[in-house]
């Protein structure tokens, strides 16, 4: 637990601090709900242009993160990520979905492209923060591509194990624009 909370305080200071020397702003994503906060800072990763992004929601559970070529999870290219109760290990899985709705038809995908800083229970009891990484492209063909324009950013939050419901009001899909840092 010690060595978790270094974590938070080095993802955090990294995160501000990044916005800091790049003189980029950090972009609230309004997500319209005091459950799940997400902001961001665009930079680069290993010299390509990425998003850094932080998640705060209230669960202990998993928090998914995507992005959608339709308003839902169908044909989606998104993240799911927990920490396992039991062996308290990172769980990172990069999913494309075809479907929504249960059972999801997936596909786990072969490059995984979502890289995860930092996965912390948050000392309050009930919330988890979360900081990742995502570049523009990926290469990876069955993945999005971050663009300047509008686009679906699906978001959904549960409890442990992952993906067997989303509680209304847990999830969702957010118009914005990354690169503008508007609507
Ligand atoms: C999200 O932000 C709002 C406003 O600052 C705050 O009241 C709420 O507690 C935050 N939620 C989480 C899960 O941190
Ligand atoms: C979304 O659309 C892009 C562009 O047409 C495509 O390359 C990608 O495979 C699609 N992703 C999913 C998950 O459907």
Not at 51 to 58: G, P
Not at 115 to 130: A, H, I, K, Q, Y
Request: charge should be negative.
């Amino acid at each position: 637990m010690i060595s978790k909370n270094f974590t938070t305080v080095l993802s955090l200071w990294a995160f501000l601090s990044f916005a800091f020397v790049t003189g980029q702003e950090v972009t609230i994503i309004p997500t319209g709900n005091d459950l799940i906060n997400i902001s961001y800072v665009l930079g680069q990763l290993e010299g390509q242009p990425a998003v850094y992004f932080e998640i705060r929601a209230e669960t202990r559970g998993y928090i998914g993160f995507g992005f959608s070529n339709q308003t839902c999870m169908t044909n989606s290219d998104a993240m799911v990520t927990w920490m396992d109760w039991v062996t308290f290990e990172l769980v990172v899985q990069d999913w494309t979905f075809y479907t929504t709705g249960t059972p999801y038809e997936r596909e786990l995908d072969q490059q995984q492209d979502w890289r995860v800083e930092s996965l912390v229970w948050n000392e309050d009891g009930v919330s988890t923060t979360l900081s990742f990484v995502r570049l523009y492209n990926t290469g990876d063909p069955v993945d999005i591509i971050i663009e300047d324009k509008t686009m679906n950013l699906i978001f959904s939050v549960g409890e442990w194990p992952a993906l067997h419901h989303h509680p209304i009001g847990r999830s969702g899909n957010i118009l914005f624009n990354l690169i503008q840092g508007t609507k």
